[in-house]
Nanobody, 123 residues
Framework: QVPLVASGGGLVQAGGSLRLSCTAS????????MGWFRQAPGKEREFVAA????????DYADSVKGRFTISRDNAKNTLYLQMNSLKPEDTAVYSC????????????????WGRGTQVTVSS
């Protein structure tokens, strides 16, 4: 088990920024690749970004590339998602997830999930 707790969501105007955090419990955080996913009302969950266990490899959905940055601090067992130039279409519940092995885009590849945090971008 890898308990994950996401935080940092909120209400922001279009063009603004937010930083999400995801804190993991236990000593095995450094062995997991991590991902951020989001789900808007009435839509399916979609991939946002992923990062390898050591942080050396990242991947982004085209819709957020150049605006969002995923990072991790393994000493603090924490994953981050810096979101800049936010758009109303970024409004969703954002969740973090962990998996053993290389980074992946499919949510079915992830083993552990944290409860999401709501991000709302007003126009």
């Amino acid at each position: 088990q890898v308990p994950l707790v996401a935080s940092g969501g909120g209400l922001v105007q279009a063009g603004g920024s937010l930083r999400l955090s995801c804190t993991a419990s236990g000593r095995t955080f450094t062995t997991y690749s991590m991902g951020w996913f989001r789900q808007a009302p009435g839509k399916e969950r979609e991939f946002v970004a992923a990062i390898s266990s050591g942080g050396g490899m990242t991947d982004y959905a085209d819709s957020v590339k150049g605006r969002f940055t995923i990072s991790r601090d393994n000493a603090k067992n924490t994953l981050y998602l810096q979101m800049n130039s936010l758009k109303p279409e970024d409004t969703a519940v954002y969740s973090c997830a962990a998996r053993r092995g290389i980074i992946a885009r499919s949510s079915s590849e992830y083993d552990y999930w944290g409860r999401g945090t709501q991000v709302t971008v007003s126009s």
